[in-house]
């Protein structure tokens, strides 16, 4: 890949309302996919995103991304919310593509914090310079709530950290600045998914697979910059589980796994194979019985049967 997307936003490069649109369905595929494997890229940024010359955009840095079993997960109650967040490693994303739920909440969050940093993304094509360039968390939540509002009080209650929600409630009313006017040469239908993307409730955000289907991209499809969508779809979960498992269960990085030796990697690497491939496991019980049969030749070097 000869550049990444940052290099590209700042350079002198004009970019038509056709690139930002080529842009974006890349990177919401790119994320679809990884949704619906359940994967979290949790680091989502202009810098992350490999670029062609001819404009092919590939989601790179899987450095901070994580799988979330939903089956053996735990689904943990937002106050007054019947939908399930999940306690995950807190500081992750950069701060300027960080989600309102990470800066507020630090640990509960889930898919719909990366349609949040796509929606900075596209902010930021829209604008060529970053959205929320905020200097600490606070300067960053300020930024956040100097354009789109001070979040009303009922997302407010949402908050599981009591000082945060304090924080929130001390704030002075701030009204919502149209994108229009931050953005006036922009496409209507670009300014709408750009509002869909930047929600602060996380149940209300816009998935990835929904993003797609938005008529901003299917503009760019039918203008012949973008691949059939319905080809997108045979990668996806449906919708319905896509919305389902927006909120991820608990993980405990401070007890994540570290290998000491060359055997513990390849047990580890054997185990993750066996995740996905059960039967991996049965080969496996299959060619220890045939070492019990068999003996390296110490003469010869060749397998020789065992005499019982």
Known sequence: METDLHRVIHSTQTLTDEHVAHFMRQILRGLAYLHSANVLHRDLKPSNILVTSTCEAKI?????????????????????????????????????YRAPEILLDGCRYGKPSDLWSAGCILGELLGRKPLFPGSSTINQ???????????????????????????AHRQRRRSKIPF????????????????????????QRITAVEALKHPYLREAFQSGTGDNIGDDETFYYNEAEQ???????????????????????????????????????????????????FCVDPKTGKLVPINN
Not at 76 to 91: N, R
Not at 146 to 160: H, M, Q, R, S, W
Not at 250 to 270: C, G, H, L, P
């Open 141 to 167: 939540l300020n930024r956040i709530f100097n354009v789109l509002g001070t979040p009303d009080t009922f997302y407010i209650a949402k908050i599981y950290k009591e000082a945060a929600q304090k924080w």
């Open 243 to 293: 919305k389902e498992d927006q909120f991820v269960g608990k993980i405990d990085d401070s007890n994540e796994y570290v290998a000491e030796t060359q055997q513990d990697m390849r047990n580890a690497v054997f185990e993750q194979v066996c995740h996905f491939h059960p039967e991996a496991r049965e080969y496996e019980e299959h060619l220890k019985k045939q070492d019990e049969k």
């Open 180 to 203: 229009e006017e931050l953005y006036s040469n922009a496409n209507e239908q670009a300014l709408d998914l750009l509002d869909k993307l930047l929600v602060y409730d996380p149940k």
């Open 60 to 96: 790179c840095d899987l450095g901070l991304a994580r799988y979330v079993d939903y089956s053996k997960s735990k689904r943990i109650k937002w106050p007054s919310s019947d939908d399930g967040l999940v306690e995950l490693t807190e500081y992750v994303v950069t701060r300027w």
